[in-house]
């Protein structure tokens, strides 16, 4: 079965004093790993999707990185419009085609101006 | 691009009544998922369809719930009957071919 642990759970920032997100995974064999951004009463936004070991993505103060047992999500002077819970997701390889994502119960992240 | 479309917003039941939710995925996505995120968790898949089959049903609540997608466009989700666990925010996903997800805003399910 596979499982995502993120931590920490709730995270209060300075505006500017960066930080990182960690997302632990247990996966039989991992197909990709997701990052979502998910603001109050909104549905899970898109930010990265990461396949192999080594792989980094980035996206204006956001990088996510992966190695074979965890992804760190790096924010670098972060601003308070980045207030939000981040999801970690994988997808695993399954047979018959199916690839719902398991996610983590996310880090609550708020930006103090 | 249009987004997911989901309906109703918000919807308020006494346990034991039915409830229906409805999901307009985007335009030309083959792949639709139902997910449920109880309060202060991530989502949970519980159905997944490719075109109008059925994919993966494995952590659907038989007992309770249904889903269909006519015509591999629009789905529905039903729950019936409501138990007080069911109160969740219920996501709809499409997607083109298996990559790339877009979510919907959810309906927020309050069970009484």
């Known amino acids: 079965e596979d499982q995502v642990t993120q931590s920490p759970e709730a995270l209060r920032l300075q505006e500017g004093e960066s930080s990182s997100l960690n997302c632990s995974y247990t996966?039989?064999?991992?197909?990709?790993l997701f990052w979502y951004r998910q603001d109050p009463g909104k549905g899970p936004e898109f930010l990265f999707t990461?396949?192999?070991a080594g792989e980094e993505k980035e996206k204006e103060r956001l990088k996510a990185t992966l190695t074979k047992k965890e992804s760190f999500l790096h924010i670098t002077a972060p601003k308070p419009e980045d207030s939000a819970t981040y999801l970690c997701a994988v997808q695993s390889h399954s047979g018959g085609g199916a690839d719902g994502l398991t996610f983590g119960k996310g880090t609550h992240l708020i930006i103090q101006p | 691009e249009a987004g997911v479309a989901q309906s109703p917003r918000y919807k308020i039941i006494e346990k034991r009544q039915s409830v229906a939710f409805w999901c307009n995925p985007i335009?030309?996505?083959?792949?639709l998922y139902w997910y449920q995120q109880i309060l202060g968790q991530g989502p949970k898949l519980l159905i997944q369809?490719?075109?109008?089959?059925?994919?993966?049903d494995s952590q659907l609540p038989k007992d309770r719930f249904s889903a269909e997608r006519l015509k591999g466009v629009d789905s529905t989700l039903k729950i019936q009957p409501a138990k007080l666990e069911d109160s969740a925010v219920y996501l709809c996903a499409s997607s083109p071919r298996n990559y790339g997800y877009t979510f919907g805003s959810g309906t927020r399910l309050t069970v009484v």
């Open positions: 369809f490719q075109n109008n089959g059925v994919v993966d």
């Open positions: 335009s030309g996505h083959a792949t």
């Open positions: 990461l396949y192999s």
């Open positions: 996966v039989s064999g991992l197909r990709g």
